[in-house]
């Protein structure tokens, strides 16, 4: 049982590592919160050099239409390993995945939900 921060920080620091690993670099700004039974991971500052020329040089449609599909299947890709990730962490074993990415702010949400609510330990307020 750890407090909610811990976890979510475990979490933060492990999906940094990801992105830095599968997109060659990482976030500018990485968020995570535990609710219930649900994770969700917001990382700010997400779109590489390329995506960001895609954007400026393609139409905004195809350009971002094309971000989102190859962003879709780089995480259903590595999808066992990022929900092997939030299983370690929180105890809990992944049901589903949603992710979502806007080439406007270069922001994306991946929102997991849990088998259950894991078990958190409450801080104790002094």
């Known amino acids: 049982m750890r407090p909610s921060t811990e976890m979510e920080a475990a979490i933060c620091e492990r999906m940094m590592r990801f992105e830095q690993e599968s997109m060659g670099c990482g976030p500018k700004g990485i968020r995570a919160h535990v609710i219930g039974d649900m994770v969700v ?3 700010k500052g997400v779109l590489t050099n390329a995506e960001q020329h895609m954007i400026r040089t393609l139409q905004a449609e195809r350009g971002r239409d094309l971000i989102k599909m190859v962003r879709i299947q780089l995480l259903e890709a590595a999808r066992p390993i990022v929900e092997a990730i939030i299983q370690e962490i929180t105890g ?3 049901v589903s995945l949603h992710h979502d990415i806007s080439t ?6 991946v929102l ?6 894991p078990l ?3 801080m104790k307020k002094n």
């Open 120 to 122: 958190i330990r409450e």
């Open 92 to 94: 809990v074993k992944v």
């Open 104 to 109: 406007t702010t270069g922001e994306e949400v």
């Open 41 to 43: 991971v917001r990382l």
């Open 112 to 117: 997991f939900t849990l088998a259950k609510s």
